[in-house]
């Protein structure tokens, strides 16, 4: 069967092609107008906890691009809070994690991240890869230290040289209140292989 789309007046009624939050988009992203919203991709389904959709916004001459996630799990206004508690976690261990925009229920709104970190590895050489990489280990630890052992780490992403977390669900694995007796020198190799072989 195939999915629903997921748009905008599941969220509302407004016939803007904009209005990608719905009747309240201005208001949540602080905007005079519609105008002042290109959409660059409707809202579509990836991996089986949300759908999202990516724009850019003018905001009194700062373009910023962003984009609207939306769980669609059981129970998605609480799967929501925990996504976001495992994120602040993150952050306070000092793991690299998108700008937050908006909260609205089970929606956020975020800084866009523009790079695959895998393809982003493969296009730089040199010192830029090597900071790349560093970077990467410094996020593999920060999530250790934070008391989670992922699965694996497929979604994170790079603005440039950095390493960013933007998937907080499954993938993340569960919360362990002490360190995780996974994480070993063999664990963390495991990624540094998958990702830089």
């Known amino acids: 069967m195939k999915d629903r789309v997921f748009t905008s007046t599941s969220r ?11 009747a309240n988009t201005l208001e949540l992203l602080k905007l005079e107008s519609y105008e002042d919203i290109e959409l660059i991709n409707t809202w579509q389904r990836l991996g089986s906890e949300t759908y999202c959709s ?11 691009h962003l984009i609207a ?14 996504w976001l508690d495992r994120r602040n976690r993150l952050n306070d261990f000092g793991v690299s994690v998108p700008r937050l925009e908006v909260i609205d229920r089970a929606t956020i709104v975020e800084e866009f991240i523009p790079y695959n970190f895998i393809d982003r590895h493969k296009e730089l050489s040199g010192v ?36 960013v977390i933007v998937d907080f669900g499954e993938d993340l694995g569960p919360y362990y209140p002490e360190k ?12 540094l292989d998958e990702y830089f072989k």
């Open 12 to 22: 509302g009624k407004d016939s803007h092609p904009n209005a990608v939050l719905g």
């Open 69 to 82: 996630k939306a769980c669609i799990k059981f129970a998605p206004y609480e799967t929501m809070q925990d």
């Open 128 to 163: 830029d890869r090597v900071k790349l990489e560093s970077n990467f280990k410094d996020l593999l630890d920060g999530v250790h230290e934070a008391g989670f052992a992922p699965q694996n780490l497929r979604d994170v992403r790079s603005r440039s040289q950095d390493a």
């Open 54 to 64: 990516d724009f850019r916004i003018n905001r009194d001459g700062h373009k910023k």
């Open 180 to 191: 995780s007796e996974n994480y070993s020198s063999d664990y963390r190799h495991r990624f």
